[in-house]
């Protein structure tokens, strides 16, 4: 197939339709309102529906409905709009139902600004919404990294029964590069026959399907969340995503960076190894499950004596960092917050 | 064949096809041709990627930019600034207004249409048929009749510039022509001109050209970029 040139939001959109999901719930905020202008147009030509929400909180219930009935269906929003999302997605977790959420990040917190940002990894990673649950969260660091991100998001949220989460920076959303659907990420959704509320009719079923977050015996709560950590953990085992940069170098520093931020620190350690000082990169494409094996073992080598995180928030990967590194080496921060992206300059010194 | 531009000339076109490289190149190379521009950012929809990312270039070269105010400049606010319009009552050698994407980023126009009332201007629609909805000539149609409905203006000419930004090719530039031609041949739109990355120039020959051709130095790139240098 050959290649179009395309914004992130514009492609994320279409990345869906190509996956077969054909349910598109949302409500507008920059920087990621191109995704709905797009299928606003796009939905009708295949059959599919879009409808905007009268606000994020319906938008999330309006993902859980369909979800609970059996359906592809995903959201796409930025930070702000995902905090009202949250109390939707942590009952879509509790009641283990797949869908698809897309956060273009903007600055925050607050209403912040519009420009670029990290700063809802903690959110996306630890804290989107109450109760014990997780998100399987993949984070893209190009256009065509979001589509074939998109694609395989939906098979995994049904392999799993629970939220995916697209985390891209305003960037991801706002820049054009050319894309292709690869026809190989195609997939088909799962028989969902044994939860789904699809009705008995389609089921050919005697059995009701209940769908709920409720449970108010103590011990069925307790083994609703057994159950769900016993998820988390073969995600933890099975989906770990990440890419190496220049790790077969003898480098003295380890980076490691995440979404458009990772191509900035791409093209610092090119221009740094030209003047003869080596520096090699992890880059977490999944940030749940995060890749820590690997970046334990990349910091755990003689040449390497810090390992750096560099992200466009105020320091909240280093976390996850920090407990992979285990105090083997010391862990620094760089980044920035406001909105301006750092340049290669800034992250060389 | 040199490019027959001055006076006021209104850049619009689909989202994405690429107005504002266009318009900055564009100003830049009549410029140096020795026309005195004032290019006027008029992208009231688009929150990045925005002729501001070239005011410093283009003033230095002595282009005047036309711009909400700085401290407005990250707002989500549509914001049109005064001097647009006095920009064009004083009709400088060359006005490049710089429109947003599809009919919604041409409404702004409508709010100029008296300043424009008697006034001759160029208004030009930027294809690239590599993007979304204007892979066809009937997308281009379509988004035309939706613009002049938008801006209540007449569109009056044709920009081709077909590219996959780092991925275009010569055969992409051919291709892209003979689009733009049979778009031009269609809608009676005269073909004012097409594009040319300036690292394609050598392998591009551009005597196949029945237009002029604009070279496009990036300016809009992502901040792990340079933007070519403008002269």
């Known amino acids: ?349 | 064949m040199k490019i027959d531009l001055d006076g006021i000339v209104i850049i619009t076109g689909n989202y994405g096809s690429g107005k504002t490289e266009v318009s900055v190149n564009l100003a830049a190379e009549r410029n140096s041709g020795g026309t005195e521009v004032r290019l006027a950012d008029l992208d009231l929809v688009n929150p990045y990627f925005r002729t501001r990312e070239a005011r410093h270039q283009l003033r230095n070269l002595g282009i005047e930019v036309i711009l909400p105010p700085e401290q407005y400049m990250t707002a989500d606010l549509p914001i049109l600034a005064p001097q647009v319009a006095g920009a064009i009552r004083e009709q400088t050698a060359m006005v490049i207004l710089d429109t947003g994407g599809d009919d919604v980023g041409a409404t702004v126009l409508a709010t100029l249409a008296d300043r424009l009332q008697g006034i001759s201007f160029k208004m030009l629609q930027v294809v690239n048929p590599f993007r979304p909805f204007t892979e066809t000539v009937e997308g281009c149609l379509k988004i035309k009749s939706e613009i002049e409905a938008a801006s209540k203006v007449e569109m009056t000419g044709i920009v081709g510039n077909a590219n996959l930004i780092d991925e275009t090719q010569a055969g992409h530039i051919y291709d892209g022509y003979e689009f733009a031609a049979e778009f031009a041949r269609q809608s009676g739109l005269k073909l004012e001109f097409v594009t040319v990355p300036e690292i394609l120039k050598a392998d591009v020959d551009t005597g196949r050209f029945a237009c002029p051709v604009l070279t496009i130095k990036r300016q809009l790139v992502p901040p792990w970029k340079q933007a070519v240098a403008l002269t």
Not at chain 1, 68 to 88: D, K, N, Q, W, Y
Not at chain 1, 126 to 143: E, N, Q, T, Y
Request: glycine share 8%; aromatic share 8%.
């Open chain 1, 1 to 349: 197939m050959s290649k179009v040139l395309m914004k992130g939001n514009e492609a994320i959109g279409e990345a869906a339709i190509r996956s077969g999901c054909l349910n598109y719930f949302a409500y507008p905020i920059t920087p990621q309102s191109e995704v709905a202008e797009y299928l606003a147009r796009r939905m009708p030509e295949v059959g599919g529906v879009f409808l905007q929400g009268e606000s994020e909180v319906a938008v999330s219930y309006m993902i859980f409905g369909a979800a609970a009935a059996g359906a592809r269906v995903f959201t796409t929003s930025s930070s702000p709009g995902i905090s009202l999302m949250s109390e939707g997605i942590s009952y879509m977790a509790g009641a283990q139902c797949p869908a698809v959420f897309v956060n273009i990040m903007r600055g925050g917190p607050g209403l912040g600004g519009i420009l670029p940002s990290q700063a809802d990894y903690f959110q996306a990673t630890k804290s989107l919404g109450h109760g014990d649950f997780r998100l399987l969260v993949m984070a893209p660091a190009s256009v065509q990294e979001a589509v074939e991100m998109m694609m395989d998001a939906f098979p995994l949220a049904e392999k799993y029964r629970n939220p995916v989460m697209i985390l891209g920076d305003g960037l991801i959303g706002q820049m054009m590069e050319p894309v292709e659907f690869p026809d190989s990420k195609k997939t088909e959704p799962l028989n969902n026959d044994a939860w789904a509320t699809s009705g008995l009719d389609t089921r050919k079923s005697d059995t009701r399907n209940l769908v709920k977050s409720l449970f108010l015996d103590p011990e069925a709560l307790n083994n609703n969340n057994l159950l769900l950590k016993s998820k988390y953990e073969q995600m933890k085992r099975e989906e770990v995503r990440f890419e190496a940069y220049n790790t077969d170098s003898a480098y003295n520093v380890l980076i490691v960076s995440y979404g458009t931020m990772s191509r900035v620190c791409r093209t610092a350690i090119d221009s740094m190894k030209a003047d003869g000082i080596e520096v090699g990169m992890i880059r977490p494409q999944t940030l749940f499950p995060f890749p820590e094996d690997q970046i334990r073992a990349a910091a755990d080598v003689t040449h390497c004596s810090v390992v750096a995180s560099i992200e466009m928030s105020m320091g909240q990967m280093i976390e996850d960092i920090e407990r992979s590194v285990q105090g083997k080496k010391p862990v620094k921060w760089f980044g920035k917050c406001g909105g301006d992206v750092p340049t290669p300059e800034e992250v060389v010194a």
